[in-house]
Each structure stands twice: as structure tokens, then as C-alpha cells.
């Protein structure tokens, strides 16, 4: 079994900071792309940030210069930091992968929970 487990959301007042970090977990062969996504309420699912396994990161252009996507490939690990958050950030935030599981050398794609960020004074 493999799963994603997100941690760190919460609420902050507008221009705080917040970090998430996502774990994947389980009998995993090798991960790919992993990145994190963003659903504000009665809005569809949109990508906030991407980093592949080398590194290579991808922001939405409302996110650029304020989230930092990372990786820990020795932990299968990716966090966000996200800086200066804005009201229009408020948004349940979940953690994406594509891997191969072990043994089995089956891809998968993988949602984590979701965790609440709420950026309001």
C-alpha cells in the first residue's frame, strides 16, 4: 500500500507564511513528478506548484515569487513554503505523486487528503 500524508495547514492572518509538507509512504519504487494542488471553495482544482525528481520546479503564475516548491528524494518527501499568502489563497491544498510501486512496477497516480489553509485577519 502506498499514500500520501500532508501536514501544516492552519490559518494565518494575510502576508504570513505557512509550510506544508507531504510524505509518501509504502512500497514504493521510484517517484516522479510530485507537486502540490489547490480547491477554494466552489472553484474547480488547480495546480499551485510542480518538482520532478530532478529538481525541475513549475508555479502558477499566482503563486511565483511568494511558494517555494521542495523535494527530499532520500525521504520522499516535498514541502511548500508559501510567504506573503493573500486572502484568494484560502483553499484546501493536496499533494500529488506519480510513482511505481514496488514489486508490482505499476504507476500510480496519488492524492494526498488535503489539508485547510485559511488566510484571513
Known amino acids: 500500500q502506498v499514500q500520501l500524508v500532508e501536514s501544516g495547514g492552519g490559518l494565518v492572518q494575510p502576508g504570513g507564511s505557512l509550510r506544508l509538507s507531504c510524505a509518501a509512504s509504502?512500497?514504493?519504487?521510484?517517484?516522479?513528478?510530485m507537486g502540490w494542488y489547490r480547491q477554494a471553495p466552489g472553484k474547480e482544482r488547480e495546480l499551485v506548484a510542480t518538482?520532478?525528481?530532478?529538481?525541475?520546479?513549475n508555479y502558477a503564475d499566482s503563486v511565483k515569487g511568494r511558494f517555494t516548491i521542495s523535494r527530499d528524494n532520500a525521504t520522499n518527501t516535498i514541502s511548500l513554503q508559501m510567504n506573503s499568502l493573500k486572502p484568494e489563497d484560502t483553499a484546501v491544498y493536496y499533494c500529488?505523486?506519480?510513482?511505481?510501486?514496488?514489486?508490482?512496477?505499476?504507476?500510480?497516480?496519488?492524492w494526498g487528503q488535503g489539508t485547510l489553509v485559511t488566510v484571513s485577519s
Open positions: 500529488n505523486a506519480g510513482l511505481v510501486v514496488r514489486y508490482t512496477l505499476r504507476y500510480r497516480e496519488l
Open positions: 509504502g512500497s514504493i519504487f521510484s517517484i516522479n513528478a
Open positions: 518538482i520532478t525528481s530532478g529538481s525541475t520546479t
